[in-house]
Every structure is written in structure tokens, then in C-alpha cells.
């Protein structure tokens, strides 16, 4: 069975201080995909990973694919309040039938 | 992307009635998919719709509980039966737009509580 685990579950965190999310999962997969979650809303897509060595970067964020580690990063830089929110990452599992797994959820709190 | 609208937004249903919940795309999509997120937890996959076929379940979820409808490339339901308070959850649907990967986009989700 697929595991999707991210670290860390909890971060709250300083305006203007830099950190980063993981993202491990347990079995082959080129596809990964970052989503935003604020309290009480869906899920905003951020970022799609197709292949080993992709980057993206989008303002403060930036997400990154290591396919032979099984891990994916999002890098926030110099985080400011507007960035306060739950962040899913969801790994594409595509033997078979066509779905995502998503991890447990990051919850980051910036404080001014 | 696709825009996706769920109705209702938020529902109170009593131990033991049944809640239909539907979700409408403003585009042809051939996979839709239901998600449970239950609260302060991440999402659990229900079952895949597919228009003409049969809703695939996933493990621990059932056909008698979450009975699902798929009529059109548009729209589908999803129906939580004999509900407990153990149902009480976000319930979101999402798409796959036409491509070559599987980047989803959901709907608004809807808000389930049962007393």
C-alpha cells in the first residue's frame, strides 16, 4: 500500500523566515502535485511535478521532485502571513486505475 | 482548469436519513472522483466516477453506503445512506480535465454534520 507521509505535520513559523516541507512516499511514481488548503475552503492546486528534477517556483514557493529519493520539497521563502494555510502534497499512482494519493497535511501558521 | 460547483454547501441531517450531494462541471470531463475529509485530516478517496461505467470504490467504502451517479460528462451525485455521526465530514468532488496527467481540481466541498 501506498504511504505519503509529510514532515512536518505542524509549523508555525515567523514572517520573513525561510523552511521547508518534505514529502516521502513508498513507491515509484514521476507525478507529484502540492495543494493549498485555507480553513474552511477547498483545495487550490499549486504546483504539478512531472518528472525527476522538476522545479517550480511561484512567488515564495518552490517545489521540487526527486523521483530516486521519493521526495518532494516546497521551499517557502521569507514567508509572509498570507502564506498561513494547510499544504497537501498527492503522489499520481498510475498503475491501474488513474489516483492520488495525498499526504497527512501540513498546517502552517506565520506569525507576524 | 475546470469550475466546479457542489450543492448543498453545508447540510444538519439527523442519525439514519440519507443525504444526496451533487457536483456539476462547467466542461466534459471523463473522470470525477469523491473524497472524504473528515475534520483536521487529509482526503480519503471514495470511489472514481466515470461516465457509462460503474463507480469504482475504493478499499473500506461500498456501493450500499455511497451509492454514486454519473448520468453525463457534467454532473454527479453522491448519496451518503443510513448516515451515523461517524459520516460527519467534508465531502469534495473533483475532476481530471482532458490530458496526459492526473492534476485534479475540486469543488467547493460540502459540509456534513450528522446529529
Known amino acids: 500500500e501506498l504511504k505519503v507521509e509529510q514532515n512536518p505535520l505542524f509549523l508555525s513559523m515567523q514572517e520573513g523566515k525561510n523552511y521547508t516541507i518534505y514529502c516521502n512516499y513508498s513507491?515509484?511514481?514521476?507525478?507529484l502535485y502540492w495543494y493549498r488548503q485555507d480553513p474552511g475552503k477547498s483545495l487550490e492546486s499549486l504546483f504539478v511535478?512531472?518528472?525527476?528534477?522538476a522545479v517550480k517556483q511561484e512567488g515564495r514557493l518552490m517545489a521540487s521532485l526527486d523521483t530516486k529519493a521519493r521526495l518532494s520539497t516546497l521551499h517557502i521563502t521569507a514567508a509572509v502571513h498570507d502564506l498561513s494555510a494547510t499544504y497537501f502534497c498527492?503522489?499520481?499512482?498510475?498503475?491501474?486505475?488513474?489516483?492520488?494519493?495525498f499526504g497527512q497535511g501540513t498546517r502552517l501558521t506565520i506569525n507576524p | 482548469s475546470a469550475v466546479i460547483s457542489q450543492k448543498p454547501s453545508r447540510d444538519i441531517c439527523q442519525r439514519g436519513t440519507s443525504l444526496t450531494i451533487q457536483c456539476q462541471v462547467d466542461?466534459?470531463?471523463?473522470?470525477m472522483f469523491w473524497y472524504r475529509q473528515q475534520p483536521g485530516q487529509s482526503l480519503t478517496l471514495i470511489a472514481t466516477?466515470?461516465?457509462?461505467?460503474?463507480?469504482?470504490?475504493e478499499s473500506g467504502f461500498v456501493i450500499d453506503k455511497f451509492p454514486i451517479s454519473r448520468p453525463n460528462l457534467t454532473f454527479s451525485t453522491l448519496t451518503v445512506s443510513n448516515m451515523s455521526p461517524e459520516d460527519s465530514s467534508i465531502y469534495l468532488c473533483?475532476?481530471?480535465?482532458?490530458?496526459?496527467?492526473?492534476?485534479?481540481?475540486f469543488g467547493p466541498g460540502t459540509r456534513l454534520t450528522v446529529l
Open positions: 498527492a503522489v499520481d499512482i498510475r498503475q491501474g486505475a488513474q489516483k492520488l494519493v
Open positions: 473533483s475532476v481530471k480535465p482532458p490530458g496526459s496527467y492526473n492534476e485534479q481540481f
Open positions: 511535478l512531472l518528472s525527476n528534477g
Open positions: 466516477a466515470n461516465q457509462g461505467s460503474e463507480a469504482t470504490y
Open positions: 466542461s466534459q470531463v471523463t473522470m
Open positions: 513507491t515509484t511514481s514521476d507525478r
